[in-house]
């Protein structure tokens, strides 16, 4: 059974920094894609950033409304993906989901992790 | 950015019945290898976004056929024949064909 697990939500000042692990289970993580799609409170989905896989070179990729301040990382031997989130702003106040990419779809959601940024 | 128009909004239905859920993009979605990653997801109560439908109209594992995908270029269709309980909640339709990948607002489902 695929599972995805999202830890290290909560709530964070404006400015200040997180970071969110997704550790998964069953399936072959070293060959996946994976991803982190946001849920605004007003339930719009967002596409946050990428991370490919050894054979693309781990390649990165980000929402323009991230990129700079987020960082995605990976470890293969622990199967786990990472989000560094820096310098926060209050409008990425989301629920956090860690995808897998397969074959240009999100076929598996972790069950997401609340970040509000708020003082 | 590929901007996903979904309609209607919301949508009631009987128990039974059946339904379309409109998508369009504001680009098209066909891919430079001629494909087109047009995908649809279902967001029940309280949980995450779950896969339905890929590739336009590639039921994924364990979905049943209750559930199609059509269209083309920028206007695609999600249908749901004889509605169940379970498939209530809030429909998005995403495309994967180019970054950033984008999604729709959303349809919810209700009973009517």
């Known amino acids: 059974e695929v599972q995805l697990v999202e830890t290290g939500g909560g709530l964070v000042q404006p400015g200040k920094s997180l970071k969110l692990t997704c550790a998964t289970s069953?399936?072959?993580?070293?060959?996946?894609?994976m991803d982190w799609v946001r849920q605004s409170p007003e339930k719009q989905l967002e596409w946050v950033a990428q991370i490919k896989d050894k054979s693309n070179n781990y390649a990165t990729y980000y929402a323009e409304s991230v990129k700079g301040r987020f960082t995605i990382s990976r470890d293969d031997s622990k199967s786990s993906v990472y989000l560094q989130m820096n310098s926060l702003k209050e409008e990425d106040t989301a629920i956090y989901y860690c995808?897998?990419?397969?074959?240009?779809?999100?076929?598996?959601w972790g069950q997401g992790v609340m970040v509000t940024v708020s003082s | 950015d590929v901007v996903m128009t979904q309609t209607p909004v919301s949508l009631s239905v009987s128990l039974g019945g059946q339904v379309s859920i409109s998508c369009r993009s504001s680009?098209?979605?066909?891919?430079?290898?001629?494909?087109?990653?047009l995908s649809w997801y279902l967001q029940k109560p309280g949980q995450s976004p779950q896969l339905l439908i890929y590739?336009?109209?590639n039921r994924f594992s364990g979905i049943s056929d209750r559930f199609s995908g059509s269209g083309s270029g920028t206007d695609f269709t999600l249908k749901i024949s004889r509605v169940e309980p379970d498939d209530l909640g809030v429909y998005y339709c995403g495309q994967g064909t180019q970054y950033p990948y984008t999604f729709g607002a959303g349809t919810k489902l209700e009973l009517k």
């Open positions: 069953g399936f072959t993580f070293s060959n996946a894609w």
């Open positions: 995808t897998s990419y397969n074959n240009y779809h999100f076929d598996y």
């Open positions: 680009q098209s979605l066909v891919h430079n290898n001629g494909n087109t990653y």
């Open positions: 590739k336009v109209s």
